[in-house]
């Protein structure tokens, strides 16, 4: 089992940052990649960001150029750097691993963190 623990969330106007956490704890082994998701109000849940092991990341074309991903492997937390919010960026923002497993790829969630963007 793994456990993610969010934090960081919060309101911010247009044009803000912040900086979202999730740290890692449990079985940690063969954790492929972890990322980010996001399910804005009414909407499915959406990959924003995802880093792997080797530290290769990829983003949604919404957030390139804006929104930054980093793992702190000593502290088993990832992070997600957030420039330039918009409103449209306003949403539930879930933490995710995904882990090798005999049968496939196990998913663990956090609980989400709620972000808001004020205009």
């Known amino acids: 089992q793994v456990q993610l623990v969010e934090s960081g969330g919060g309101l911010v106007q247009a044009g803000g940052s912040l900086r979202l956490s999730c740290a890692a704890s449990?079985?940690?082994?063969?954790?492929?990649?972890m990322a980010w998701y996001r399910q804005p109000p009414g909407k499915q849940r959406e990959l924003v960001a995802l880093?792997?092991?080797?530290?290769?990341?990829n983003y949604a074309d919404s957030v390139k150029g804006r929104f930054t991903i980093s793992r702190d492997n000593a502290k088993n937390t990832v992070y997600l750097q957030m420039n330039s919010l918009k409103p449209e960026d306003t949403a539930v923002y879930y933490c995710?691993?995904?882990?090798?497993?005999?049968?496939?790829?196990?998913?663990?969630w956090g609980q989400g963190t709620q972000v808001t963007v004020s205009s």
């Open positions: 995710a691993a995904h882990k090798l497993a005999t049968t496939g790829i196990n998913n663990y």
């Open positions: 449990g079985s940690l082994f063969s954790i492929n990649s």
């Open positions: 880093i792997t092991s080797g530290g290769s990341a």
